[in-house]
T-cell receptor, first 115, second 112 residues
Framework: EAEVAQSPRYKITEKSQAVAFWCDPISGHATLYWYRQILGQGPELLVQFQDESVVDDSQLPKDRFSAERLKGVDSTLKIQPAELGDSAMYLC?????????????FGQGTRLTVV | GESVGLHLPTLSVQEGDNSIINCAYSNSASDYFIWYKQESGKGPQFIIDIRSNMDKRQGQRVTVLLNKTVKHLSLQIAATQPGDSAVYFCAENINYGQNFVFGPGTRLSVLP
């Protein structure tokens, strides 16, 4: 069964350091999402891509967060510098086609701890 | 494993009973809804979806009901099993392909 792949599963980093997460969506899925989930809450969207283009990054803290999907396939989310409040689960999801109501499939996430 | 949702509302049910999890959504323009199940340390897993032109949809042991008048969504799980223990989120999708907005979640605890 096709899955959204994320790495690493866990990451511990010191504050002020840079950290990066990688996501490989399900093959053929044009839409890719990055969500952040704070413990005890639902996921919140950080950025949404349609192919290689950003379609929504209104909730992305652009002073420290960046995301790219250069070839419209896999994606990287970066934080520099990391802050203590960035500790959370970072989830990647993909869906088949934007413009139609289709489910988003999630990866297992990257649990980030900033110390 | 790590716990998801330490301070979430909790629903406790006996194994074999039916469970009903409720969700109030925020936007009357939302046209597509999904229920997700999230186990500790894992990403959300799709359970069932429903479009706004429907008021009921059934899957295997699960039923979703949609009441657009009061912006309410519910998930019914029949014959609840220990493996159903998890946090359940409803998600709403607005304007075809815009992002999914998640509700706060409910923890389902199945008692033996």
């Amino acid at each position: 069964e096709a899955e959204v792949a994320q790495s690493p599963r866990y990451k511990i980093t010191e504050k002020s350091q840079a950290v990066a997460f990688w996501c490989d969506p399900i093959s053929g899925h044009a839409t890719l999402y990055w969500y952040r989930q704070i413990l005890g809450q639902g996921p919140e969207l950080l950025v949404q891509f349609q192919d290689e283009s950003v379609v929504d990054d209104s909730q992305l803290p652009k002073d420290r967060f960046s995301a790219e999907r250069l070839k419209g396939v896999d994606s990287t989310l970066k934080i520099q510098p990391a802050e203590l409040g960035d500790s959370a689960m970072y989830l990647c999801a993909s869906s088949l086609v934007r413009g139609q109501n289709t489910e988003a499939f999630f990866g297992q996430g990257t649990r980030l701890t900033v110390v | 494993g790590e716990s998801v949702g330490l301070h979430l509302p909790t629903l406790s049910v006996q194994e074999g009973d039916n469970s009903i999890i409720n969700c109030a959504y925020s936007n009357s323009a939302s046209d597509y809804f999904i229920w997700y199940k999230q186990e500790s340390g894992k990403g959300p897993q799709f359970i069932i979806d429903i479009r706004s032109n429907m008021d009921k949809r059934q899957g295997q042991r699960v039923t979703v009901l949609l009441n657009k008048t009061v912006k309410h969504l519910s998930l019914q799980i029949a014959a609840t099993q220990p493996g159903d223990s998890a946090v359940y989120f409803c998600a709403e999708n607005i304007n075809y392909g815009q992002n999914f907005v998640f509700g706060p979640g409910t923890r389902l605890s199945v008692l033996p």
